[in-house]
């Protein structure tokens, strides 16, 4: 079926340590990968995505890498800073007659100072 | 403009009202999208129009209808609704085909009681 799994569901880290999120999809013809940033109360805003005709992209401190044939994708966050605590979501896009996102359980993130 | 606007921010229902949420885009988005989410959750899709017409119903009671009267609008008609639905209503819109990002609405948070 339609699926996302997202790992770890909590995560704390060290101002400026690096933050890993791991998120596996089921579905091999999903070809999008967005990361969500959603802070208390807000809307999820897009904070990086992924095509699947690339294996890795960043910008600035946020990078993501997506493998195809294990059909995993990767948020990564270097130099984390307060700021960056929030729930993270990563989704796929998948077709059912249109396209729809499905996401992942999502990560609570939280930077300690 | 990248703002998806909705309306109205909260909303609080008996089980026996009848209630519009509404969602307004202009970015020329032609695939439209409404989410449920409850606390702590990931967004849960619920509906997907596509050039204004209904390709996705995920499964979702009778007591929520969808409209789409145009390609800048879209709605989400709530009758009989139990206190379980109470949860946040996020609308979303993207480029139909799937690829692209989507972007999300502030959301209505509808409490039943």
């Known amino acids: 079926g339609e699926n996302v799994e997202q790992h770890p569901s909590t995560l704390s880290v060290q101002e400026g340590d690096s933050a890993v999120i791991k998120c596996t999809y089921s579905?091999?013809?999903?070809?999008?990968f967005p990361w969500y940033k959603q802070e208390l109360g807000k809307r999820p805003q897009l904070i990086i995505d992924i095509r699947s005709n690339v294996g890795e992209k960043k910008d600035q401190r946020i990078a993501v890498t997506l493998n195809k044939t294990a059909k995993h994708f990767s948020l990564h966050i270097t130099e984390t800073q307060p700021e960056d605590s929030a729930v993270y979501f990563c989704a796929a896009s998948i077709l059912s007659g249109t396209y729809k996102y499905i996401f992942g359980t999502g990560t609570r993130l939280k930077v300690l100072a | 403009d990248t703002e998806v606007t909705q309306t109205p921010k909260h909303l609080v229902m008996g089980m026996t009202n009848k209630k519009s949420l509404k969602c307004e885009q202009h970015m020329g988005h032609r695939a439209m999208y409404w989410y449920k989410q409850k606390a702590k959750k990931p967004p849960e899709l619920m509906f997907v129009y596509s050039y204004e017409k209904l390709s996705i119903n995920e499964s979702v009671p009778s007591r929520f209808s969808p409209e789409c009267p145009n390609s800048s609008l879209l709605n989400l008609h709530l009758h009989a609704l139990q206190p379980e639905d109470s949860a946040l209503y996020l609308c979303?819109?993207?480029?139909?085909?799937?690829?692209?990002?989507?972007?999300f609405g502030q959301g209505t948070r509808l409490t039943v009681v």
């Open positions: 979303a819109s993207s480029q139909a085909g799937g690829n692209t990002e989507a972007f």
């Open positions: 579905d091999s013809a999903s070809n999008y």
